[in-house]
């Protein structure tokens, strides 16, 4: 079992920045592929982020490509979304999610069905 908690949400202004955290227990953090998804309110929810067991591998939506970094630290049991210059539409509800399947170790998935344990969210609004 995977427990996961995000933190570091909040409001900011576009082009600001925002860093959220996800941290993990109950198993070893470094077995485990991470990602990040969203939630706009009337949306679906959308990737945003992954990252693999080691960090090796990372991958983005287009629309965050070049804004938001994903990185982590198995010491700390901690996965981070690095978000800058943001934009309105960014503004959503941020989970993040993790999988054991060894198949991601190199590849982390990008599709919510992939991830069996989920986070409760953090909030992130971005005001024009």
């Known amino acids: 079992q995977v427990q996961l908690v995000e933190s570091g949400g909040g409001l900011v202004q576009a082009g600001g920045s925002l860093r959220l955290s996800c941290a993990g227990s109950?198993?070893?953090?470094?077995?485990?592929?991470v990602g990040w998804f969203r939630q706009a309110p009337g949306n679906e929810r959308e990737f945003v982020a992954a990252?693999?067991?080691?960090?090796?591998?990372?991958t983005y939506q287009g629309s965050v490509k070049g804004r938001f970094t994903i990185s982590r630290d198995n010491a700390k049991n901690t996965v981070y979304l690095q978000m800058n210059s943001l934009k309105p539409e960014d503004t959503g509800d941020y989970y993040c999610?993790?999988?054991?399947?060894?198949?991601?170790?190199?590849?982390?998935?990008?599709?919510?069905?992939?991830?069996?344990?989920w986070g409760q969210g953090t909030q992130v609004t971005v005001s024009s």
């Open positions: 999610a993790a999988d054991l399947n060894p198949r991601y170790r190199q590849i982390p998935p990008m599709t919510r069905n992939d991830y069996h344990y």
């Open positions: 990252i693999s067991w080691t960090g090796s591998t990372t």
């Open positions: 109950g198993r070893t953090f470094g077995d485990y592929a």
